[in-house]
């Protein structure tokens, strides 16, 4: 069984440009959630997708939007970085249902906005 | 809003000595407790989790106690390992399913 790839490991972009991370699932796993973990702090919830639905989100601006293909993989999209944006980005798969929510996150994207 | 709160940053213990690991919460809501482990470059693993309808939970080494009246969690290692160095997440349900961290607290076991 595969475990939950994230891509790319790490990224370095400029305050106003957009940014494109990807995840892969778990094979067996149907839904995705983000989370940004900023240094020194705990991961944030930012959304959730299933059956390529958005399945509740956190507190984040719309400039974070994300996307779930047939496949279960994801992307987060980010517009408009802003310097605050610098954060590790983890990305965990799941099979909707199941006991202890089996969470399994990926190695997480190293974001920096410069 | 912190709803999980982990209020030390750092604990540091001898090897073969037992480490406590403490978490608060606000929201009496949760049902479902998880802590999870996190090596630097790596994501999150699943170490122990517990049922709010428990108070607690044993797993090899560790055992995670949870008090509903004073809304707190803790985890225990013992004996504690140098490779059990890495920062503890604390976690919790919510209504939605989503799982709510709390800021970590990094264990240094020394040899």
């Known amino acids: 069984e595969t475990g939950v790839t994230q891509s790319p490991t790490h990224l370095i972009k400029t305050r106003g440009q957009q940014v494109t991370l990807r995840c892969s699932s778990q094979?067996?796993?149907?839904?995705v959630s983000w989370y940004q973990q900023a240094l020194g702090q705990g991961p944030q919830f930012i959304f959730q997708y299933y059956r390529e639905e958005e399945n509740g989100r956190g507190n984040f601006p719309p400039r974070f939007s994300g996307l779930q293909f047939p496949n279960y993989s994801s992307e987060l999209n980010v517009n408009a970085l802003e310097l605050d944006d610098s954060a590790l980005y983890l990305c965990?798969?799941?099979?909707?249902?199941?006991?202890?929510?089996?969470?399994?996150f990926g190695s997480g994207t190293r974001l920096t906005v410069v | 809003d912190q709803q999980v709160k982990q209020n030390s940053p750092s604990l540091s213990v001898q090897e073969g000595r037992i480490s406590i690991l403490n978490c608060d919460y606000t929201?009496?809501?949760?049902?479902?407790f998880l802590w999870y482990k996190k090596y630097p470059a790596e994501g999150p693993t699943f170490l122990i989790s517990i049922s709010s309808i428990k108070d607690k939970n044993e797993d090899g080494r560790f055992t995670v106690f949870l008090n509903k009246s004073a809304k707190h969690l803790s985890l225990h290692i013992v004996p504690s390992q140098p490779g059990d160095s890495a920062v503890y997440f604390c976690?919790?349900?919510?209504?939605?399913?989503?799982?709510?961290f709390g800021q970590g607290t990094e264990l240094s076991v020394k040899p």
């Open positions: 929201n009496s809501m949760f049902d479902y």
């Open positions: 976690a919790a349900i919510n209504q939605g399913g989503k799982l709510i």
């Open positions: 965990a798969s799941s099979l909707r249902g199941q006991g202890n929510y089996g969470y399994t």
């Open positions: 094979s067996g796993h149907n839904t």
